[in-house]
């Protein structure tokens, strides 16, 4: 279509718009106009993974926001080996690095619960961090766990060994965001305080408890690379790991109603300690100006008698610790 300059418009002139009092006529419409932006719009909700819908006014504005995320959160891996068990899309998988391939990951307390991400079996890749569209039924919103009964499985209840992976955004797409021990999130060993008497999911209570290796390899493993692992469970102290009996349990460290201080690491502060070692509480060296003995004088100053035998005695006073103002929180740690 050969574009006209209208009517009263200058020769060469853009489209412009009409107007009747100066004898302007509007620019004619090309079709391609309207037709090429509702394509380029379209391609941009397309692209993002969506189905357009005349009924829906905010899909472009989700297709942008979508592939902002996408484009700074995803991380794909490609040329992925999967084991046989590994069928189906959207399986939670781990690395599995005795084979050199990825397993289904399940949420039992074992190695097993590092989970990588989703598996895209017909891609031969793995979806390890970012959007996923892998899935159907999902519930949108909805917070999703590795599960702890079937392997590769996901729940929106949280198990005893909870490792979170992904919100879903609507039936079948999910933002994967694995939190799995030693993987990504908070790292094993860390320790926190909680405003709680219960630990959070992958946390347990820093009370000196005797625990299963195997229940807890991850852990066990921090604690043997740590430097903070006693000689015995006899030798332990309340700050340090043990290797429990010796071949099938470790204790872990007891914060329980503990003041924490900074290891000195060679700044000469607090010199001599080991890390994890326990200090008894303790007053600095300091002295007191004690009152003089009275006396009373007799006529003349020719006599002094004494009218106490020493300095007066005060009295206990305070309580039964010497503490700073403090709030009570739970100490947990990280498996």
Not at 83 to 104: C, I, P
Request: proline share 6%; charged share 15%.
């Amino acid at each position: 279509m050969k574009y006209v300059p209208p009517i009263g418009a200058a020769a060469g002139a853009p489209y412009v718009d009409g107007n009747p009092a100066s004898g302007v006529e509007g620019s004619p419409v090309p079709c391609a106009a309207i037709e090429h932006p509702m394509r380029e719009i379209e391609a941009v909700i397309t692209g993002a993974g969506l189905a357009p819908a005349t009924g829906d006014l905010t899909q472009l504005r989700q297709a942008i926001a979508k592939m902002i995320q996408a484009g700074q959160r995803a991380v794909i891996i490609n040329n992925a080996a999967f084991a046989g068990a590994v069928t189906g899309s959207g399986k939670a998988v781990y690395w599995d690095s005795a084979n050199s391939r990825f397993d289904l990951a399940i949420a039992d307390g074992s190695g097993k619960q590092s989970i990588v991400g989703f598996a895209d079996v017909p891609n031969a890749a793995v979806v390890a961090f970012g959007d996923a569209v892998l899935f159907t039924g999902l519930t949108p919103g909805a917070r999703y766990y590795l599960d702890s009964a079937t392997a590769g499985a996901i729940t929106t209840t949280a198990p005893t060994n909870a490792v979170f992976v992904g919100i879903a955004r609507n039936a079948t797409e999910m933002f994967v965001d694995v939190d799995a021990p030693g993987a990504s999130g908070m790292p094993t060993g860390a320790i926190i305080y909680v405003p709680a008497t219960t630990a959070p999911a992958g946390h347990i209570k820093a009370n000196g408890a005797l625990l299963s290796r195997a229940a807890y390899p991850a852990l066990w493993a921090y604690a043997q690379a740590s430097g903070n692992l006693a000689d015995s469970d006899g030798a332990w102290q309340n700050g340090q790991f043990s290797p429990g009996d010796g071949s099938t349990t470790f204790r872990v460290p007891d914060l329980r109603a503990e003041f924490l201080r900074g290891f000195d690491d060679g700044r000469g502060i607090d010199a001599g300690r080991l890390i994890g070692s326990a200090q008894a509480g303790a007053i600095q060296s300091h002295s007191h100006t004690m009152p003089i003995q009275l006396v009373q004088c007799s006529s003349g100053n020719a006599n002094m008698t004494a009218i106490s035998g020493g300095p007066t005695n005060t009295g206990a006073t305070g309580g039964t610790e010497t503490r700073p103002r403090n709030v009570a929180m739970l100490a947990c740690i990280k498996y």
